[in-house]
């Protein structure tokens, strides 16, 4: 598979690290618009009309900011192209709904599910109850600036842009999403939250309570499911699995581990990096965003 990884900031940079992992991938070519970006030993692209219309490449890898993303995505399945979307993968479930509609090969890069072990995933909890805490400082000043403060091109912020890994995890284990209450939110600009803790019901009967968090200096990433009597529990990407008196633990790999792993996933036929796999995030996602700007 040959990938021409669009958008050569820090995620594009961590896709060409991820692709360098595994053999039978390989990067085409790299599209930066942004001139003073450098994209190494790299062949750089000469414009997305080439990219499309390029035989020789197999895929896309869309690392720029999820405004606008679809509509490319669409553009690339139409030309014949597999798809990799980075995280957040769609604005909302209506868009998920739309590129999904357009048929062909999408991946998503939510890589902090590939460190669930593969018994718990095929085995799905029901009428468990679960706990999120994610907090990483984010200096508003620095941080959300250029399009990261324009929530019609990130659509939202610390949630969105890493909570969602482990509402992701939790979405894998837990299922499709009933409801989703938001009972605090916060934010540095108006649709860019800091702040969110809510509550999220599941067709399952589980639910989980969450506060993901940017205006708190402790850093902490732990999720915490329990029920049919197991209990997960995700730590700064390590995993234990409780059954009974039985404890497991599967310590946290490096995240480009988990990103070639993606990408492994996404070559075969995307699986656990499939698109479809990602409505529930995107549906608590949706009620965030919603939350923080009416729309």
């Known amino acids: 598979m040959r990938v021409t990884i669009c958008g050569f900031g820090s995620a594009g940079r961590q896709h060409a690290e991820a692709i360098e992992r595994l053999p039978g991938v390989a990067v085409h070519s790299v599209l930066e618009s942004n001139t003073a970006v450098t994209t190494g030993s790299f062949t750089r692209s000469v414009g997305?009309?080439?990219?499309?219309?390029?035989r020789d490449i197999d895929a896309v890898a869309l690392c720029l900011p999820p405004g606008g993303r679809a509509e490319l995505a669409a553009e690339a399945i139409a030309a014949g192209k597999a798809v990799l979307l980075e995280k957040?993968?769609?604005?909302?479930?209506?868009?998920?709904?739309?590129?999904?509609g357009a048929g062909g090969t999408v991946g998503v890069m939510l890589q902090h599910r590939f460190r669930l072990p593969a018994e718990v995933l095929a085995a799905p909890f029901t009428a468990a109850a679960g706990t999120l805490l994610v907090s990483r400082f984010r200096d508003p000043a620095t941080h959300y600036t250029g399009w990261r403060a324009d929530s019609g091109q990130a659509l939202g912020g610390i949630t969105a842009h890493l909570g969602v890994h482990y509402l992701d995890m939790a979405c894998q284990l837990l299922g499709a999403v009933e409801s989703v209450d938001v009972h605090d939110?916060?934010?540095c600009a108006p649709g860019i939250d800091t702040r969110v803790s809510g509550l999220?019901?599941?067709?399952?009967?589980?639910?989980?309570?969450?506060?993901?968090?940017?205006?708190v200096p402790?850093?902490?990433?732990?999720?915490?499911?329990a029920g049919d009597e197991r209990c997960v529990t995700v730590t700064d990407g390590a995993v234990t699995l409780r059954e009974g008196r039985a404890e497991r633990t599967f310590p946290a790999g490096s995240t480009s581990e988990m990103r070639t792993?993606?990408?492994e996933d996404f070559a075969r036929g995307p699986g656990l990096s499939s698109?479809?796999?990602t409505r529930p995030v995107t549906r608590i996602l949706d009620e965030v965003r919603k939350a923080g700007t009416g729309w």
Do not use: H, N
């Not at 850093?219 to 499911?225: D, F, K, P, S, Y």
């Open 185 to 187: 939110y916060r934010s």
């Open 275 to 277: 698109l479809e796999r």
């Open 48 to 54: 997305w009309r080439a990219v499309l219309e390029d």
């Open 261 to 263: 792993k993606v990408y």
């Open 200 to 215: 999220v019901r599941f067709a399952s009967g589980s639910t989980l309570a969450l506060t993901v968090a940017a205006d």
């Open 88 to 100: 957040p993968p769609c604005m909302s479930v209506e868009e998920l709904d739309r590129l999904a």
């Open 218 to 225: 402790a850093r902490i990433e732990q999720l915490v499911i």
